[in-house]
């Protein structure tokens, strides 16, 4: 998705999450319950369970950070409409016909959702 293209869905995101429904931008779920908090949600590129690990977990929720900072640098209304609100980052494992949450970040603080290596 080019530049262009990720301005245009982050429009339309907005648009949804103002009342309240989550959309896919990308690689990432944007969620947005109220007006106090925001939240990213990504899924591990791990293809089994087993091997997913605390270092690995740790990288990839960097990884959500950073490209969730990217776009809040491409685009000024989702820079807006973050303002003042919780920033909560979420990692799940995509098994096909669900999710099972692997961690969250809030204000800094990582918590476990399942117990890893």
Same mark, same amino acid.
């Given at each position: 998705?080019?530049?262009?293209?990720?301005?245009?869905?982050?429009? +339309?995101? !907005?648009?949804? =999450?103002?009342?309240?429904?989550?959309?896919?931008?990308? #690689? *990432?779920?944007?969620?947005? &319950?109220?007006?106090?908090?925001?939240?990213?949600?990504?899924?591990?590129?791990?293809?089994?369970?087993?091997?997913?690990?605390?270092?690995?977990?740790?990288?990839?929720? +960097?990884? !959500?950070?950073? =490209?969730?900072?990217?776009?809040?640098?491409?685009?000024? #209304? *989702?820079?807006?409409?973050? &303002?003042?609100?919780?920033?909560?980052?979420?990692?799940?494992?995509?098994?096909?016909?669900?999710?099972?949450?692997?961690?969250?970040?809030?204000?800094?603080?990582?918590?476990?959702? !399942?117990?890893?290596?």
């Amino acid at each position: 998705m080019n530049e262009e293209e990720l301005i245009h869905r982050i429009k +339309n995101a !907005i648009i949804l =999450l103002k009342e309240g429904h989550p959309l896919n931008v990308g #690689e *990432l779920t944007f969620g947005s &319950k109220d007006n106090n908090h925001f939240s990213i949600s990504g899924w591990s590129i791990k293809n089994n369970l087993e091997d997913i690990t605390r270092d690995s977990v740790l990288k990839e929720l +960097n990884e !959500i950070k950073e =490209l969730f900072s990217k776009m809040v640098r491409v685009s000024t #209304e *989702l820079s807006d409409f973050i &303002k003042g609100k919780q920033i909560e980052y979420y990692l799940g494992y995509d098994y096909g016909m669900g999710s099972i949450g692997i961690c969250k970040e809030i204000n800094g603080q990582i918590k476990w959702e !399942i117990d890893l290596k």
